[in-house]
């Protein structure tokens, strides 16, 4: 049996293989209205990459995240896939002390067999006033 940091690696390889050879072969479509400097997602293959999304305005922490997610289902939407797909999620906040709050709006959106996830707390995001970004990975079925 492979430890899981080797299979997790192992993973990771072949999932860039796949990258490679589909964009290789002009299987990289964009989805959504790109703009000078990003698209809102990427699709190669079978899988879509979403770019960073924001929370809005909402003063608190659950209402950032909560929208950030509304955000990310909507380009789902659009790609033909769903929030069931998602596979990995890198969650972006400004303070640390709003894990929590994150965590529990997360947790309302994927209460069973969550997606992969890492948080990192950054010095600041694009708008001044979000506490919150969202990327995701998602699979898009057959």
């Known amino acids: 049996m492979l430890h899981p940091s080797r ?4 993973t990771l390889m072949l999932a860039l ?6 964009a290789a072969q002009g299987g990289r479509q964009v989805i959504g209205t790109s703009t000078a ?13 979403l770019s960073g999304q924001l929370g809005g305005r909402d003063s608190t922490i659950q209402g ?3 929208a950030a997610l509304s955000n990310v ?16 999620c890198t969650v972006f906040l400004v303070d640390v002390k709003d894990f929590a709050g994150m965590n529990q709006s997360y947790s ?3 209460p069973k067999d969550p997606p ?3 948080t990192v707390v950054v010095a600041a995001l694009v708008t001044a006033v979000a506490k ?9 079925g057959k």
Do not use: W, Y
């Open 7 to 10: 299979l997790v690696a192992l």
């Open 73 to 88: 289902k909507n380009i789902l939407d659009a790609a033909g896939s769903s929030m069931n797909n998602v596979v990995k």
């Open 108 to 110: 309302a959106v994927f």
């Open 37 to 49: 400097t990003l698209s809102p997602a990427v699709r190669v293959g079978d899988l879509l990459f």
């Open 116 to 118: 992969a996830r890492s």
């Open 17 to 22: 293989a796949t990258i490679h050879r589909s």
């Open 132 to 140: 919150v970004e969202i990327e995701c990975i998602a699979t898009v």
């Open 64 to 66: 950032q995240t909560t």
